[in-house]
């Protein structure tokens, strides 16, 4: 039979880096905690309608990217490309909006785009997004960036660049979208013709278009901060005043569009050169008018969404150290049946005590399990006979320093997790037991 393989752009998050993905996402999700946000999980398909509505079909999420089928029932679905959208409309339903605000939520989700799949980009990836509801202050935009900022900084990644732009309200974009469409007009030969579309429906797009030929022609387009109405300049002045006085270093990137239709003023993206081409880790904002466009009340609202895959590529090529995958505590040889079932309760008592205990479940010889055990990196191993059955005591070796303690039946958890605690005290004072 031939072997049926995972799909094109899926990636299988295997066991060895199962520690990795777990850190990483305590890591988010406790800080979060700190930053006021709870946690919200949304189905991963919501209604073709959502996406078209929330994300712009205007944009190439929904133009190309999405994953969109007719379901049983006749209904047009799709596979959530991202989680703002889906937030919002949860939001909404729930009448979360309806409480004291500002209402924070993250969430740790999985995504689906039909992309190209090269590194960083793939057609199933996980993103850690938060949204703040509620609020039009610049402090707001402001917090959330420094909050960005420190999410990279719990990974030591302190040099990856902030760089921040606003892209006005729909007031100051009928200036602006004009002014592009007389800029891009002189030069629509040399658009692909994607961007030839573009520059009808929606062209800020074409800005944000990855094709070497149109981003060379957009380096020369007019800047966005020179159609600012006075609101929001004064806004983006604000905000950038605060990060100032936060100590947190960015760049003013007049070119950041976000491929989402629904940002408004403050847009923002975290950078960096170590991972090739898809170097954007972090991208978000502030989207006024969405809460109102999914059928909310008008409520001003911001957040952004972290590339789970992207922040691990760059942590494995910045070599962060990750805490190595935890080993079990005991393993218990055994010899006979009667010491297979004794070995099966130890475990059992010590596992529910929060110990990782592991006993022979292959049938090996003893040779074999003292192998196994030393391969496994047991701390502290017990082989159980029948003598030592029926004398009522055990031997525990400490696997590092050799010495054997003896441990009574009738109290060997108590004995145990002493052993364990005293283990714990050596290394954290980074004692060499050495005998
Ligand atoms: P890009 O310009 O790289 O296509 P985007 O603007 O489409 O990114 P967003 O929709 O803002 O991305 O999503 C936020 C983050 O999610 C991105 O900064 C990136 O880290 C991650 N991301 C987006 N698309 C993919 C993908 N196909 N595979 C892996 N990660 C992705
Ligand atoms: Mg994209």
Known sequence: MTQVKAPRGTQDMLPADAHKWETIETTLLNLAKCYGYSELRTPVFESTELFERGVGDATDVVQKEMYTFEDKGGRSITLRPEGTAGAVRAAVEH???????????????????????????LREFHQFGVECFGTGEPIADAQLIVFARRLFDCFSLHDI?????????????KTYHAALREYFNAHKAALCRTCNERLEKNPMRILDCKSPECQKIAAGAPSILDYLCEDCAAHFERVKTYLDSSDIPYTVNPRIVRGLDYYTKTVFEFVCDDIGAQGTVLGGGRYDGLVEELGG?????LGFAMGLERLLLLLEAKG?????PAKPAVYFCTLGEKARALALSLCDELQLDGYGAELD???????AQMKYANKLGALFTVVIGDDDIAGGILNVKNMQSGEVTQAPLDAFSETFENLVLQ??????FGVEDNG
């Open 161 to 173: 660049r902030l760089e921040i732009n606003s892209i006005g309200c729909p007031q100051c974009r």
């Open 361 to 367: 479940l292959m049938g090996r010889s003893l040779k």
């Open 423 to 428: 283990q714990t005290i050596l290394e954290d």
């Open 95 to 121: 009448s979360l909006l309806n409480d004291a605000l500002p209402l924070k939520l993250c969430y740790l989700t999985s995504c689906y785009r039909y992309e190209k799949p090269q590194a960083g980009r």
């Open 297 to 301: 009340k008008p409520l001003p609202a």
């Open 320 to 324: 962060f150290c990750f805490a190595p």
